[in-house]
């Protein structure tokens, strides 16, 4: 729980000090929408981000139709924060612990890439389950990801505390 506060409050802070940068809305979430960007294109779409007029997102274009907002939320700086706080809540050897943080920040980070991106070609292909993609879909894809990396986190760490008691 320490750990979760700690980098919440640091993440907040952050936040403050993007507010006046030259990224906006912040430098993270920037680079998100840029790299979903590039990804869309990659699938053969054409994409572009722009910044909102109203409010601090970036909206996201496919086929020159507006799709989707990128705020602050999809950036998954939260999601990491939450994985990060958990591992550190069964905390094994240092290089074995800070590996996985790492290999596993990475995997949420691209997963997240990869789910604005579906969510984007599946509401232009099929505008009709917009609703669906970004209630279900959106959301599964992050927290399944985190899920799977937790589940494999404790039984490899529960591995090694069995392992280590019995020598």
Known sequence: MGSYFIFSILYSGYL???????YYPDFFTHLVALQSES????????????IHPDEASLKLYVNKIFLARIVEGCNSISIIILFISFILSFFAKFKISLLFI???SVLIYIANI???V???IGIYEYPQYTTFLHTIVFP???????FILWVFWVRLFSKNTVDEKAV
């Open 140 to 146: 599964l894809i992050i927290y399944g990801t985190v």
């Open 102 to 104: 790492l290999s596993g």
């Open 118 to 120: 579906i969510l984007a």
């Open 39 to 50: 990804v869309i294109e990659s699938f053969g779409y054409s994409s572009k981000i722009m």
């Open 16 to 22: 403050s000090f993007s507010e006046n940068s030259k």
């Open 114 to 116: 990869l789910r604005i």
